[in-house]
Nanobody
Framework: QVQLVESGGGSVQAGGSLRLSCAASGYTYNCMAWFRQAPGKEREGVASIYSDSITTYADSVKGRFTISKDYAKNTLYLQMNSLKPEDTAMYYC??????????????????????WGQGAQVTVSS
């Protein structure tokens, strides 16, 4: 059974850092991503990673967030630095097996992943 379990959310002051983790079980995925949804807003992509090195970031987080994956632990990470109040949201990880990088990008921009975690709340206060 596929399971994605997020952890590492919490509350932090602006300028602080948090690291989200997403532990995957049941399979090893080569296309994984982080999304977020703030109250009253649509869910948006934050970052994606294909294989172990090809990454994509939303413009709003470039230079502040880093997505990475530990294949040995089958765990996805999102290191979030210089956090801003507008980063406050529920963060979700998503995963799937993609035949190619282009397909992974399509799934990311279209939010078309088959497997999703339950979410981790991140709250940034000013």
């Amino acid at each position: 059974q596929v399971q994605l379990v997020e952890s590492g959310g919490g509350s932090v002051q602006a300028g602080g850092s948090l690291r989200l983790s997403c532990a995957a079980s049941g399979y090893t995925y080569n296309c994984m991503a982080w999304f977020r949804q703030a109250p009253g807003k649509e869910r948006e992509g934050v970052a994606s990673i294909y294989s172990d090195s090809i990454t994509t970031y939303a413009d709003s987080v470039k230079g502040r967030f880093t997505i990475s994956k530990d294949y040995a632990k089958n765990t996805l990470y999102l290191q979030m630095n210089s956090l801003k109040p507008e980063d406050t949201a529920m963060y979700y990880c998503a995963a799937d097996s993609s035949p190619a990088y282009g397909t992974c990008r399509y799934w990311y921009w279209g939010q078309k992943f088959n497997y999703w975690g339950q979410g981790a709340q991140v709250t940034v206060s000013s």
